[in-house]
């Protein structure tokens, strides 16, 4: 019975995305109305209109993201906030979940919005595990770039398991991220003027 009705949702079009017919998204894909409430067993976020199931990470990927939002946090300035693993709606077939997203809470409630409008949204930051190279290296920052997020970080494992952060700037002529003209990669400490001065040890970030 469970197959027939999983080889069934795979030609219906669905009102909504279920834990039965999540995996079978109609012809031209969910929309995040579609999952919003969407319930299952894991991590997910909606990509190009797909339901991207978010592999499990290692200890160094969640001790890298959880201090690096924590640091940012302590250095914010306004009209700024952060956030990680929040929801970003970038447009109605994607709603990609950025390891930490800093963002303008002007106008935004805290208790009633679910996604953050990509207007707000001034920095993305990927980092990246096993699982999500092709996203964080190719998918994510194309499509962050292309609806005008001004900052991208990508944060690799460095040979010492240190991080290493690869700073972008958008390009508005291009409609893509290029290289930080300031410093493209941060190895030992990690410095910036934007979106407002951040300055962090990164090599403190995995310590135990």
Known sequence: ????????????????????????????????????????????????GKIVVRGETRWWHNRVRNRLYTRID???????????EQALFVDKRNAPRPDVLVFDKTGLDVGTVDCIPVENAVLAIEVVS???????????????ASVGIDYYWRVERGPDIAPEVHEFWRDAEAGLFVPSPERRTHVGTLKTTVPFPIEIDLRNLIKI
Request: aromatic share 12%.
């Open 74 to 84: 302590d250095l914010l300035q306004e009209p700024y906030t952060v956030e990680a």
């Open 1 to 48: 019975m469970g197959a027939v009705m999983a080889a069934e949702a795979r030609y219906q079009q669905p009102e909504r995305a279920t834990p039965e017919n999540w995996m079978y998204p109609p012809a031209d894909g969910w929309t995040y109305d579609q999952v919003k409430e969407l319930v299952l067993p894991c991590d997910w976020e909606l990509l190009g």
């Open 130 to 144: 096993p699982g999500s190279v092709s996203e964080d290296r190719l998918y994510k920052p194309t499509i962050y």
